[in-house]
Nanobody, 122 residues
Framework: QVQVAESGGGLVQAGGSLRLSCTGS????????MGWFRQYPGKEREGVSC???????YYSDSVKGRFTISRDISKNTLTLQMNDLKPEDTGMYYC????????????????WGQGTQVTVSS
């Protein structure tokens, strides 16, 4: 069964850091484009960052310079290092996979995890 699973969320104060992980099973993350998305209740799912199979990365303007996406091929794991967190970064964070290029449009992704909650207090 092909699936991905997120971990690493939690509660942190503004200015702090968190590191999210996404582990794949039945799927080699190095061979697909992986994305991180977030969603706050009542809002649309928002693209945060993606990394293509060729290691091209892309970030939304709201996180550029603060978040870093990377892959550990040996562990088949995707990570999102989040620094200088702000209250507006609060939300459920999801990792997702797709074939093709790096786009931050949720509808393009076909494999989704269950999400991990990130809460940033002011």
């Amino acid at each position: 069964q092909v699936q991905v699973a997120e971990s690493g969320g939690g509660l942190v104060q503004a200015g702090g850091s968190l590191r999210l992980s996404c582990t794949g099973s039945g799927l080699a993350l190095k061979d697909v484009t992986m994305g991180w998305f977030r969603q706050y209740p009542g809002k649309e799912r928002e693209g945060v960052s993606c990394i293509s199979w060729s290691d091209t990365t892309y970030y939304s303007d709201s996180v550029k310079g603060r978040f870093t996406i990377s892959r550990d091929i040996s562990k088949n794991t995707l990570t999102l290092q989040m620094n200088d967190l702000k209250p507006e970064d609060t939300g459920m964070y999801y990792c997702a996979a797709r074939s093709g290029s790096c786009y931050l449009a949720a509808s393009w992704y076909v494999i989704w995890g269950q999400g991990t909650q990130v809460t940033v207090s002011s």
